[in-house]
């Protein structure tokens, strides 16, 4: 027997990125398609054929992260914003089409697995990654494991309560007051178009911040210190060894870090805050392939996230 | 070989409970002593006799609950409110005092070890202990154990941020916003002040509405809807399938309960707040010396919390 990879499938609203990965996390070959997104069956077999256009004899499993709540118990889409895949199981599906053991996860969480396999945290037992994008997404590592809380539907670390009774969130969610709103790339835009203009969005902000500006780098520092309110709640409830940083807008971890860091140094608790450290992601977008491919092997293994048989 | 049991020791600012206590939870007997906090060694000598009054052949190990924050990598009080024994190595101590093997652990994680082998949490992977009394405790039971976090520190759930640079928290935290400053007793004792007069406390204020006090309901309301707030961050970061809420204050879970459900319904994210369960707890002051007993046998068992060797 050859070696074993797997294949990972990164499913985002634009594109989807499929890898062929080895167990250490390294990718091997990797290829992007447009997601098709009309009708729950274009979108499957557009995921069909990204897929086979890498499946060779070395491939054991199938890992397939989503921009989805999941439902681990049945590998059931319980919300997809924006592809049509409520209520499909496609943990079955997968492992009927290829023929392979197959397991799904929410793509947060594969991003944390890769950071912690083969990322800022290798090595530690005790991690928390927050990726901050449009939204805000998070994944645990608690005692040696990739932790998805009872049903796999935990980790929404944007929507912890920063501000109870605030502003209404964002997108889908009726809650008031959650961290996404305050400190995700797409909150910061409205601080974006206030200081440079309504053509202005996030990266223009933190351009803007890195060229001097004190609007863009005091906008910066106001979603930072929500930030680290949220980071200091983690603190205080998980003691992680270590918080990661990543997604698009947190590219910009130098201009986020020290309110983040006079926050939890602030509303943290004496050990935990003494002892975590915060840095940022190594893996960039690519962490979100790899992650699929790692909870391939962990189909594969039998080990971590529900699976289904081939 | 007969029966083993350990002793647990629940040590509060004013009393050491000891019991001689059974592997499924039971209590074969208990004694309570002051606790003597004069200084260091007459603490250590009252704790001494206090275990010594129970030891017999069946004892097989000790565990020791402290209102304290522990650093469990070296057995370490890192701070305790009330007690002498910031710095001191209380496993250590303990293992070489008794001749046993020994464990210490945070006074809230214990009542979380309780509920969950003999409580309200009997039979669940993945549960939350809130611990409502003068401050908030907690504890949190993860995939099927005990999560303490990298060191020992997590768990503080009276200390996630839900009101960002809102009040000053309460005693020794420098925080800002904490749950603990809005849905604790000491919390609500100043709502008690001004609905019942300045001699008033919790215990009136929960009699009051229980008598039908418009204004008394609804100073409970309020901070019901604060631990609300607290709630959904905790189904939303870690979906549990269960929340238990004990402590003193607790004992007001029906005047809490509507409040809570409410916001957890509107700041909680589907599925995890759909599937969730909000219970009172089952074991009410017993919690604290059956949890440390159980710490014990994890000490005897080698398994779960760091022990110390007698």
Known sequence: MGTQRT???????????????ERDGTIVRVERYATPVGST???????????????????????????????QR??????SANIPLAGLDVRSWAAEAFGLPAAIDNDANCAALAEWRAGAGRGTTDMVMITLGTGIGGGLILGGRLYRGWIGAG????????????PLCQGHCTGRGHLEGFASGRAVEAAARRVLG????????????RQGSGPAREALAAAGRWLGAGIASLVNLLNPELVV????????????????????????LAPARDVVRIVPAELGAAAGVIG??????????????PAARG
């Open 74 to 79: 049945s590998g059931t889409v319980v919300f």
């Open 155 to 166: 980790a929404e670390v944007g929507h912890i309560v920063v501000d109870a009774d605030g």
């Open 41 to 71: 069956e274009a979108f499957l077999a557009g995921l069909s054929s990204a897929v086979e256009s890498l499946q060779d004899e070395s491939v054991a499993a199938v890992g397939i992260g989503l921009p989805s709540a999941i439902d």
């Open 292 to 305: 699929a491919a790692l909870v391939g092997f962990e189909a594969l293994d039998g080990a971590g996230v």
């Open 245 to 268: 940083i990543g997604g698009g807008f947190g590219e910009a971890f130098d201009l986020l870090i020290d309110p983040v860091r006079e926050i939890v140094a602030r509303d943290g």
């Open 7 to 21: 294949i990972g499938v990164d499913v985002g609203g634009t594109k989807i990125v499929v890898g062929l990965v």
């Open 198 to 209: 309504p053509g202005a969005g996030t990266p223009e902000l933190v351009a803007a911040a």
